[in-house]
């Protein structure tokens, strides 16, 4: 659980740096294939989040 909470924080960190795609996709290669899980996890989390606040924020 402890990975999940870093990596959501890397991609909340990363996610609007001009370069985004790039760094994910380096941080990505470097990870271990059980922290691959875990990362495309909080990916998945963190865009479902985003397009959930987004849908919300519209309906206004």
């Given at each position: ?8 924080q ?51």
């Amino acid at each position: 659980m402890e990975s999940l909470q870093i990596f959501t924080q890397f991609i909340d960190n990363t996610v609007n740096e001009p370069n985004a795609n790039s760094l994910l996709h380096t941080f990505y290669t470097n990870l271990s294939e059980h922290e691959k899980e875990i990362f495309v996890i909080a990916l998945i989390g963190h865009a479902t989040t985003t397009h959930k606040l987004l849908e919300y924020e519209r309906m206004k």
